[in-house]
């Protein structure tokens, strides 16, 4: 199914990618999965299938909060908006991401 | 944690919708942005998304109990068997055991009970001196030194436990009575119920004038009201105040029959050594073990013995007298004579019952594997959709739990109508068992214990092999459904064997259990049982003086002789098959050994039937001043005199108190008969005329033969007695039916043990069905390429009864075997019968032969109709 030319998500990384995303202002879910596309250069896809299951869990977790409004072109949709408990909980999660991004880049140059 | 649990009950309503909008405005947006995202299973992502929302766990056991219900619903007929059988085996089981619970294993409800200890004399007294009442355990003046030793205990009381007459003389009510020493309620930890108990102040000279009442008793015979100076009763024709009643829990120390009026233990004028009438329990001090209270009354014996020797025996008994040790005994679950009757017959039930509910669990076994293989299909089919194996065997898990659930309340109910059943057989007319019943939690734990086992691993094993075979494969071979379930089906066919060989033991225990209860019923003792009135007369208040006893005695037993219908009147010492015994050691020449004896009027033998066989019977001429005569029963003769002609010949009888050693010619001889019992062996026997007894006292047992009803003879007698010599007390009954009183344990265990194997029979001819019926499905198709083939009828129903036959013949064999083993078990409550008794093994067999057979032609007839064109459409 040619899954391997695309890169996909490392367990945990599509929390952090959702969080980051929300940090802009609030989103729906297709948009959220836009934004990470684009961000990344097109390069990362978020499944349908791996973002709603991460943004029902990040709601119960109350990182996240979600609220029925209207879209850009007068649809109904349901917008996400970060807590204040989801930005500490992004800015922990992205020192981890540093530091072990960071690891494997000095593990892979040597 | 808990925000989630509550953000969960919020949104729940709102959630499927919600999800359902989110996912098409997604699509809908990628859509529009001709932007392929991957969209994935969108039912799986759904789901996901819900489980994570709700509470997968409790929602999908909600729903697996509806689809189970659905399920079990769709095929009646397997859950009616499967209920009928568990709920047979789960009641007869929970009856049983809590019968046994109440009888046996509770502790008594009060203060502490493994605290009480009983004093007893170890080994017991072996028949020596008199003993009166239901626990003769001490004597007076025993029960007086051990009070001066109580070292081990806290607090120690004496009792004694027999009936009173309540009310006036012409209307008197027998009630239990208990007499109990000062010390008694607080040694229990029993406070009052209402007014006060009694102490060490009540205890005095007899007659007592206080008393207390058990609730039961206040609240039925006292109305309720409460007590004051003005509540009194009659007991015994003496006006006795009652102060105060016992709590509702109280049953006094003996469990299964309630004492309803507590009397202080009082004092007897004279304080005779050898009359053993009183039991005695203490509370054991805190550090003080049974066998540390043990060694010391071990200690104390001697001395003790040696103060309280009666005199009057001979040296033999005097120093066998001495020799006695006493002992402490755990009396926690207090005494019952319920308990020394009932106990074997109780725990042999237990068993039978246990075998109940194994042939059940093994009915339910091959109900749920039948079930299973039925259900391979749909297993296949579920687990090709997607189901976890856990969420399969989840939902037979949960089946079997609503399987055992439903058929362990069914056994509750039942156990309920069982116990009391039970309870029923072993009350008699005049003395009803009390046994506290309660559902207690060990009995609930017991039984659904059971339940549940049996249902989890009938209905998990089979599904899990189930779960191992490849969905096509189950699916192919589920359609025809003849080349799985090898293995299954001989688990099943080892299933029915066990069932058949289970149940031919139940029924072989059955008809022994019957027989023997019939043996008992129309057994001969040698005497007359029927159309006899037991009168018991009393006249302590008659005011006669002791010298004149047996003049009165006369003049009573002529009044009763002058009655209209009355054929013949005897008084006898000891009413025979009731149970009493009296027993003098004997010497004739120089053997030595133990003969009965009894007192009894001239006309004794004639009034009970008892034939002459020698000599000549005791006469009015045998006076209190003429020689000393006896006659002897045939044992006696055969074993003290070499069946040499008695008559003439000599016996003298050991010294004892009250009775000094006396010379009796014998003059005549009787046929045997039986004694106190109707079980056990003949013992040798004398009887000597009422007007030579030694010990007169103001008491007399008559024996009456009339062509009259027993309530008429009585009421006549009554009505006489009272006319000439009022102050006489007169009760009384039905010879035959207190000897029928006497059956109840083996009525109850024929009745039990008939219901059981028939019950067990029944579920056997049920798992025998079943199997047939399965083992037919299983092979249609073969049986309609046979009947395509020319097969006829009768050889298709042969080749199946060739099948059953098997099945029945192993089970025989194995039955057989296995009732010659349990049988050993049952010889002690056998009357006349061997437990390896031919006659019965083969009534057995053929009663099971003759029900297998009718349980498996019914299917095997059908499967001769089978139609070939039917039956192979499928393949």
Known sequence: MGKSAQPTLLQGTLDLLILHALQRGALHGYAIAQTIHLLSDEVLRVEEGSLYPALYRLELDGAITAQWGL?????????????????????DQEAIWNRLSAAVQRVLAR | MIRRFLLKLIRRRRLEQDLEAELAFHRQMSDQHRNPILLGNATSIKEQGLDLWRFP?????????????????????????????????IGANTAVFQLLDAVRLRTLPVYKPQELAAVRIVGGDRGMGIHNGEYPELTRPIWHELKNHQEPFSGIFAWRASRVNIGEDSDLRSVRAMWVTGDFFHVMGIQAWSGQLLSAEDEGVCPGSTAVVSYAYWRNELGGAPVGRSTTLLVDGVRTQIVGVTPPHFIGLSIGDRSDIILPLCRPKELRRDIFDVAVMGRLRPGWSLRRASEYLQSLSSGLFQTTVPSGFSSQLTHRYQRFRLGAFSASAGVSLLRKQYDSSLWLLFGITGLVLLIACANLANLLLARASTRDREMAVRSALGASRHRLLGQLVVEGMLLAGVGALLGLALAQVFSRLIIWGLSTEDNSVVLPLAMDWRVLLFTSGIAALTCIAFAVVPAKRAMNAEPASAMKSAARGTTTGHERSYLRRGLVVMQIAVSLTLLVGALLFVRSFRNLVTFDPGMRESGITVAFLAFPRAHIAPDRY????????????SIPGVLNVASTTNVPLLGGSWEHGIRIGSVQGLSKFTWVSPDYFKTMGIRLIAGRNIN?????????????????VHRYLSDTNP??????????????????????????????????ETPPMAFAPASQFPDPWPFMSLLIHS????????????????????????????????????????????????????????????????????????????????????????????????????????????????????????????????PYDPLTLVVATLGLTAISLIASFIPARRASTIDPTVALRYE
């Open chain 2, 550 to 561: 047996k003049d009165f005695q006369r003049q009573l037993l002529d009044d009763v002789q």
């Open chain 2, 620 to 636: 009015r001429s045998d006076t209190s001043g003429s020689q000393r005569v006896a006659m002897v029963n045939q044992t006696f």
């Open chain 1, 71 to 91: 879209s850009e072109n007068n649809r109904k949709a349901k917008y996400y908006t970060i807590t204040r408990r989801g930005k500490k909980l992004v800015s």
């Open chain 2, 57 to 89: 766990l409790l929602e999908n056991l909600g729903r697996d109990l509806i689809y189970a219900g659905r399920g079990l619903r769709r095929s009646p007929a397997m859950l009616v068997c499967a209920l009928f059988s568990l709920g047979l085996g």
């Open chain 2, 707 to 834: 062509n009259a009803s027993v309530t008429e003879v009585l009421s006549a007698v009554k009505r006489t007695i009272a006319r000439k010599h009022p102050g006489v007390v007169v009760t009384g009954g039905d010879f035959q039916s207190w000897i029928r009183d006497g059956m109840v344990g083996e009525r109850l265990m024929a009745m039990l043990a008939g219901l059981f194997g028939l019950i067990a029979a029944l579920l056997a001819m049920v798992g025998l069905y079943g199997v047939i019926a399965y083992l037919i499905a299983s092979r249609r198709p073969e049986i309609g390429i046979r009947i395509a083939l020319g097969a006829t009828r009768g050889q298709i129903i042969g080749m199946i009864m060739g099948e059953a036959w098997g099945l029945l013949f192993t089970g025989i064999v194995a039955g057989t075997i296995l009732s010659l083993i349990a049988g050993r078990s049952a010889s002690a409550l056998l009357f006349d019968l061997k």
């Open chain 2, 647 to 680: 008559v003439g010949q000599m016996l003298r009888t050991d010294p004892e108190p009250g009775y000094p050693s006396t010379l009796y010619r014998i003059v005549g001889v009787i046929r045997d008969t039986k004694y106190n019992s109707l079980r056990g």
